[in-house]
């Protein structure tokens, strides 16, 4: 548990300005912890804990966050993440218990969404993913720490899968059975980006990897500012991107939504933001790269199903959770938002 003490000494080891007036916690994620920290100068910051049980080189993965956010400060008269060095010149904080902590500036007036609430937000948070990519296409990927090696790999996904169907308890395995058909019936179509990625058919870039449109910073009025949360950023193909926005942008319910009957996928939130992205990026990519974004959204509406639901048959050791079966539950969701894109699929 974090005090007020242990805040103001992180916050202290840093080089900031201002002083800690106040603290609270923002629930944002499901790996790291996060402190809006409010000081009585100007500027206010967020400190945030990075899970060092996922990811297994912080140094490295905040390394790349500050490449990035450096390399996109050059490209932009506008905001941009900014993260804040110690007093002795290094990114991160090491504490004697093992926890690495990270600071950034927090952007005044801003504002972010869990669910896109109409089509001008949609089109906004498409426009600020292609800014992204698109600022980002001329930095060299391979400079990049692979943050957590197979991310996104579907092969790798899948045996995750497979081990922890093997191995779980037969009560979690009941509750999971229902959705194995759906899984097995979509395994050879989930795998096709994959296989054209292996091929070398789709350009490796710069990538995001958590692009949900809670990683969305809005302005007041509700326009774009930048994407946040870059611990993922390696290299990785537009299409991990692109899906993973919409698997979010176009849920017309949160992820852990239960009542399986609020889930839809908007079809107009999908061509509102496809339109806001492609305005920004439609330059650097291929025909085929084009031609394979509706693809992408099925598959990685998929795989965040199947990393889901392969937590839940582990016992839930990846994801926090706030109840026994939410892992389930959040599986569960994405599975059923897959139909309902399916239902509507010739309209993409
Ligand atoms: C995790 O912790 P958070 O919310 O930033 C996960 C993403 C998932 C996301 C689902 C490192 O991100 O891959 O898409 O949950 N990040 C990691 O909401 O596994
Ligand atoms: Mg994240």
Redesign the pocket.
């Known amino acids: 548990m974090m005090n007020k003490e242990s805040i103001q000494h992180l916050f202290d080891s840093f080089d900031h300005s201002g002083n800690l007036s106040g603290y609270r916690e923002l629930i944002?994620?499901?790996?790291?912890d996060t402190f809006l920290i409010q000081t009585d100068g100007p500027t206010n910051y967020v400190l945030q804990r990075i899970?060092h049980q996922?990811?297994k080189n912080v140094p490295k993965l905040v390394n790349n966050k500050v490449l990035v956010s450096q390399h996109l400060k050059k490209k932009t008269k506008g905001k941009v993440l900014e993260f804040v060095p110690l007093r002795k010149d290094s990114n991160f904080c090491l504490q004697q218990d093992g926890s690495f902590w990270n600071l950034m500036i927090y952007i005044q007036d801003s504002v972010t969404y869990t669910v896109v609430p109409n089509r001008e937000i949609a089109f906004e948070a498409g426009k600020l993913l292609g800014n992204f990519l698109n600022q980002t296409a001329d930095l060299d990927a391979s400079l990049l720490h692979d943050?957590?090696p197979n991310?996104h790999n579907m092969n790798f996904r899948f045996q995750q899968f497979k081990d922890a169907f093997a191995q779980a308890d037969s009560k979690r395995l009941a509750l999971a059975k229902p959705w194995i058909s759906q899984i097995n019936r979509l395994e050879k179509e989930m795998l096709i980006l994959q296989h054209l990625k292996d091929e070398g058919k789709i350009s490796i870039r710069v990538t995001h990897?958590?692009t949900?449109v809670?990683?969305c910073l809005f302005d007041t009025n509700d326009k774009g500012i930048c994407m946040i949360?870059t611990?993922?950023v390696m290299q990785g193909i537009i299409h991990y991107d692109f899906g993973?926005a919409l698997?979010?942008a176009c849920n017309s319910a949160k992820?852990d939504e239960t009542d399986l009957d609020k889930i839809t996928f908007n079809v107009d939130f999908y061509h509102s933001y496809k339109e806001g992205f492609l305005e920004k990026v439609s330059d650097s990519l291929s025909a085929l790269e084009i031609e394979l974004l509706p693809l992408s959204v099925k598959t990685m509406i998929f795989i965040?199903g199947l990393?889901?639901l392969t937590d839940f048959l582990n016992n839930d050791l990846?994801?926090?959770t706030d109840y026994p079966n939410h892992n389930l539950d959040?599986a569960i969701n994405q599975f059923t938002l897959i139909r309902s894109l399916e239902n509507q699929s010739e309209k993409l």
Request: zero cysteines; hydrophobic letters at 25%; aromatic letters at 16%.
């Open positions: 944002s994620g499901h790996i790291n899970n996922v990811f943050v957590i991310f990897n958590d949900k809670s990683n949360d611990d993922t993973d698997r979010s992820e965040m990393r889901f990846y994801y926090k959040r």
